[in-house]
C-alpha cells in the first residue's frame, strides 16, 4: 500500500543527499514523496530572483505539507527561511526534521523557529507521525524534548 504525499522539502543545497535518503526511506515504509521543491532532480535553470520566487510560491501553494531539512548551515540560507515564511502565509503544516548526524547545538533556521508546527529527529516514526498528522511534539536531535524557541506574550488591552 503506497500513501502519496505533496511536499516541499526546503533545504541547504548542500544537503540535497538528505533529501533523496529521506525520499527513499519514506518509499521504504510505503510512502511516495512528490517533492515540489528544487533539489538534483529537477535543478532550477533560472536566474531572475522574481521568477524564482514565483515557481517556489507556486510550488509551496501545490504541495500540502512543508517540510524543511535542518542541516549544519540551513540556517544561513536566505531562499530556506523565505520558503518557510510563504508556507506559514499559506497556512501550510511546517515540520523541520534534522537530518542525521545533527547535534543539539544546531541552528534552527529564524523562520522555523517562530512558525514550525513540529521539529522531529532522522527517526523514521517521529518523521510519518509529523507528516501524517501536519504537527509533532519538537524535540532535539537525540530525541529529547525541545523548549519553546519563542516565548509568546499576551497583553490585556
Known amino acids: 500500500m503506497n500513501k502519496q504525499k505533496n511536499v516541499f522539502i526546503s533545504h541547504h543545497g548542500k ?4 533529501v533523496q535518503r529521506l525520499k527513499s526511506m519514506l518509499k521504504e515504509k510505503g510512502y511516495i514523496l512528490k517533492n ?9 535553470q533560472l536566474k531572475n ?6 515557481l517556489l510560491r507556486l510550488r509551496i501553494h501545490w504541495a500540502g505539507t512543508f517540510i524543511c531539512l535542518v542541516g549544519e548551515k540551513t540556517h544561513t540560507r536566505e531562499w530556506v527561511d523565505w ?13 523541520g526534521i534534522y537530518k542525521h548526524g545533527c547535534g543539539k547545538d544546531t541552528p534552527i533556521p529564524r523562520n522555523l523557529q517562530k512558525y514550525a ?3 522531529v529527529n532522522w527517526r523514521m516514526d517521529n518523521i510519518i507521525d509529523a507528516i501524517e498528522n501536519g504537527h509533532s511534539e519538537s524535540v532535539n536531535p537525540d530525541g529529547s524534548k525541545k523548549g519553546p524557541s519563542y516565548v509568546r506574550s499576551t497583553v490585556n488591552c
Open 117 to 119: 508546527d513540529g521539529m
Open 83 to 95: 520558503e518557510i515564511k510563504k508556507a506559514q502565509e499559506k497556512g501550510k503544516p511546517i515540520i
Open 36 to 44: 515540489s521543491s528544487v533539489d538534483s532532480t529537477k535543478p532550477n
Open 49 to 54: 530572483k522574481e521568477l524564482i520566487r514565483r
Open 15 to 18: 544537503d540535497d543527499e538528505y
